[in-house]
């Protein structure tokens, strides 16, 4: 699972996405199409944008959630939390400058 945050956080769309999400959570793909691409300048087609969000979600940082015939993405950080603790050491002392 830590190799599959690794490697969507390694790409720079992913991580504009991921951007545009803590801004703004519960997107729907049209909205973060437009977001990109009014933005960033990206041109990417929806098609795109959803490859990009399945690696999200396998990644387990986009939680998809459907709502009648739409579906909207929410960000989820547990995943990063874990990579962040898995280094720090609660009983290290802290460095003073």
Do not use: N
């Not at 996405?17 to 803590?22: G, K, P, R, S």
């Not at 973060?32 to 087609?45: D, N, P, V």
């Not at 690696?55 to 959630?65: D, F, M, N, S």
């Amino acid at each position: 699972m830590t190799q599959d945050v690794f490697k969507a956080l390694a790409d720079p769309t992913r991580r504009r996405i991921l951007d545009e999400l803590v801004e703004r959570d519960g997107q729907s793909l049209f909205e973060i199409c437009a977001r990109l691409t009014t933005k960033h300048g990206l041109g990417l087609s929806r098609q795109a944008v959803s490859q990009h969000l399945a690696v999200l979600e396998a990644a387990g940082l986009v939680v998809p959630r459907r709502e009648g015939r739409y579906k909207f993405h929410d960000l989820d950080t547990a995943p990063l939390e874990r990579i962040v603790t898995r280094w720090l050491r609660p009983d290290a002392p802290e460095s003073t400058p």
